[in-house]
Protein backbone atom coordinates (compact mmCIF):
# COMPACT_ATOMS: atom_id res chain seq x y z
CA UNK A 1 0.00 0.00 0.00
CA UNK A 2 1.45 3.74 -0.97
CA UNK A 3 -0.07 6.49 0.44
CA UNK A 4 0.27 9.86 -1.15
CA UNK A 5 -0.78 13.26 1.05
CA UNK A 6 -1.13 16.47 -0.79
CA UNK A 7 -2.61 19.94 0.28
CA UNK A 8 -0.28 21.18 2.58
CA UNK A 9 0.63 25.00 2.50
CA UNK A 10 0.36 28.57 4.45
CA UNK A 11 -2.26 30.24 5.61
CA UNK A 12 -3.42 32.63 7.85
CA UNK A 13 -5.31 32.02 11.30
CA UNK A 14 -8.65 31.48 10.28
CA UNK A 15 -8.89 29.85 6.95
CA UNK A 16 -9.16 26.87 5.49
CA UNK A 17 -6.98 23.42 4.08
CA UNK A 18 -8.20 20.56 2.23
CA UNK A 19 -5.54 17.60 2.35
CA UNK A 20 -5.80 14.45 0.32
CA UNK A 21 -4.44 11.39 0.65
CA UNK A 22 -4.10 8.93 -2.99
CA UNK A 23 -3.98 5.50 -1.96
CA UNK A 24 -2.59 2.25 -4.26
CA UNK A 25 -3.99 -0.81 -4.15
CA UNK A 26 -7.42 -2.89 -4.80
CA UNK A 27 -8.64 -3.07 -1.63
CA UNK A 28 -8.98 0.33 -0.75
CA UNK A 29 -12.74 0.26 0.48
CA UNK A 30 -11.38 -2.07 3.34
CA UNK A 31 -8.40 0.00 5.18
CA UNK A 32 -9.18 2.38 7.67
CA UNK A 33 -7.59 5.70 7.28
CA UNK A 34 -6.39 8.07 9.78
CA UNK A 35 -4.96 11.59 9.82
CA UNK A 36 -2.22 12.26 12.28
CA UNK A 37 0.11 15.56 13.17
CA UNK A 38 3.62 16.40 14.26
CA UNK A 39 5.16 19.65 15.08
CA UNK A 40 8.51 20.30 15.72
CA UNK A 41 10.21 19.00 19.04
CA UNK A 42 6.68 16.39 19.41
CA UNK A 43 5.05 13.35 19.39
CA UNK A 44 3.27 12.25 15.95
CA UNK A 45 -0.76 12.81 17.36
CA UNK A 46 -3.96 11.41 15.93
CA UNK A 47 -6.22 13.93 14.30
CA UNK A 48 -9.23 12.10 13.10
CA UNK A 49 -9.97 8.61 11.47
CA UNK A 50 -12.79 7.10 9.29
CA UNK A 51 -13.41 2.95 9.22
CA UNK A 52 -13.61 1.19 6.10
CA UNK A 53 -17.43 2.30 5.16
CA UNK A 54 -17.13 6.18 5.97
CA UNK A 55 -19.80 5.31 8.14
CA UNK A 56 -17.86 5.99 11.95
CA UNK A 57 -15.68 8.78 12.42
CA UNK A 58 -13.47 10.25 15.03
CA UNK A 59 -11.42 12.99 16.05
CA UNK A 60 -9.40 14.50 18.24
CA UNK A 61 -10.58 17.15 21.08
CA UNK A 62 -8.76 19.63 19.51
CA UNK A 63 -10.19 19.70 16.30
CA UNK A 64 -13.71 18.51 16.79
CA UNK A 65 -16.08 20.85 14.67
CA UNK A 66 -13.45 22.44 13.10
CA UNK A 67 -11.89 19.61 10.61
CA UNK A 68 -14.00 16.87 8.78
CA UNK A 69 -12.40 13.53 7.20
CA UNK A 70 -13.66 11.90 4.37
CA UNK A 71 -13.76 9.20 2.07
CA UNK A 72 -14.14 8.41 -1.75
CA UNK A 73 -13.84 4.65 -2.04
CA UNK A 74 -14.25 4.89 -6.05
CA UNK A 75 -11.27 7.22 -6.24
CA UNK A 76 -9.21 5.47 -3.62
CA UNK A 77 -8.85 8.52 -1.37
CA UNK A 78 -9.47 10.19 1.73
CA UNK A 79 -9.45 13.78 2.62
CA UNK A 80 -9.56 16.09 5.80
CA UNK A 81 -11.24 19.24 5.42
CA UNK A 82 -9.66 22.10 7.83
CA UNK A 83 -11.33 25.12 8.76
CA UNK A 84 -10.78 28.02 11.28
CA UNK A 85 -7.02 26.82 11.40
CA UNK A 86 -5.03 28.35 14.44
CA UNK A 87 -1.40 28.12 14.56
CA UNK A 88 -1.34 25.33 16.82
CA UNK A 89 -2.57 23.38 13.50
CA UNK A 90 0.86 24.29 12.44
CA UNK A 91 2.56 20.35 11.61
CA UNK A 92 2.94 18.14 9.31
CA UNK A 93 0.23 15.91 8.53
CA UNK A 94 0.32 12.67 7.14
CA UNK A 95 -2.54 10.15 6.48
CA UNK A 96 -2.28 5.98 7.26
CA UNK A 97 -3.99 2.55 6.90
CA UNK A 98 -5.02 0.11 9.14
CA UNK A 99 -5.66 -2.63 7.72
CA UNK A 100 -8.88 -4.79 9.01
CA UNK A 101 -10.20 -4.45 12.64
CA UNK A 102 -12.51 -0.56 13.50
CA UNK A 103 -10.92 2.46 13.21
CA UNK A 104 -7.98 3.66 15.48
CA UNK A 105 -6.46 6.30 17.44
CA UNK A 106 -3.04 5.32 18.25
CA UNK A 107 -0.15 5.47 16.10
CA UNK A 108 0.93 1.88 16.52
CA UNK A 109 -1.80 0.80 15.35
CA UNK A 110 -1.45 1.77 12.15
CA UNK A 111 0.11 -0.41 8.90
CA UNK A 112 0.80 2.23 6.20
CA UNK A 113 2.22 5.70 6.49
CA UNK A 114 2.28 8.44 3.62
CA UNK A 115 5.09 10.80 3.63
CA UNK A 116 3.64 14.03 5.10
CA UNK A 117 2.84 17.20 3.91
CA UNK A 118 3.31 20.71 6.08
CA UNK A 119 0.75 22.85 6.84
CA UNK A 120 1.55 26.27 8.69
CA UNK A 121 -0.78 28.74 10.07
CA UNK A 122 0.14 31.68 10.74
CA UNK A 123 -1.33 34.23 13.13
Known amino acids: VQLQASGGGLVQAGGSLRLSCAAS????????MGWFRQAPGKEREFVAT????????YYAESVKGRFTIFRDNVKNAVSLQMNSLKPEDTAVYYC?????????????????WGQGTQVTVSS
Open 25 to 32: GRTFSTYN
Open 96 to 112: AAKIGGPAAMTVGEYDY
Open 50 to 57: INWSGRST
